[in-house]
Nanobody
């Protein structure tokens, strides 16, 4: 079983940049599709960005497209979420998740992800 740990959250101002990291123990993260999801208070957890093992399939939610970049280097452990031009509405707890079986089709479906981290808090405030 893989254990996921997110890091890099914090308090930033609007327009700032921040990079989140997702690291794994137990099994190498390179064997999984990985997604970043977020949850704001009182709202459902929503997809932010997902990447398959090969990095050929990368999905972004419309709200972050052009501002966030998900990346991975399978020679190294972490999967990153680079966030730029942050907005107040980006605030929330950011979760990393790993999906065991992905052979094509829709990638960024929350219910298909098997393993979840505890989350890292990121707040954007002036």
């Amino acid at each position: 079983q893989v254990q996921l740990v997110e890091s890099g959250g914090g308090l930033v101002e609007p327009g700032s940049s921040l990079r989140l990291s997702c690291t794994a123990s137990g099994y190498a993260l390179e064997y999984y599709a990985v997604g970043w999801f977020r949850q704001a208070p009182g709202k459902q957890r929503e997809e932010v960005a997902c990447i398959d093992r090969s990095t050929h399939n990368i999905i972004y939610s419309d709200s972050v497209k052009g501002r966030f970049t998900i990346s991975r280097d399978n020679a190294k452990n972490p999967v990153y979420l680079q966030m730029t031009n942050l907005k107040h509405e980006d605030s929330g707890v950011y979760y990393c998740a790993a999906r065991s079986f992905y052979a094509g089709g829709a990638l960024c479906i929350k219910s298909k992800f098997d393993y979840w981290g505890q989350g890292t808090q990121m707040n954007v405030t002036a």
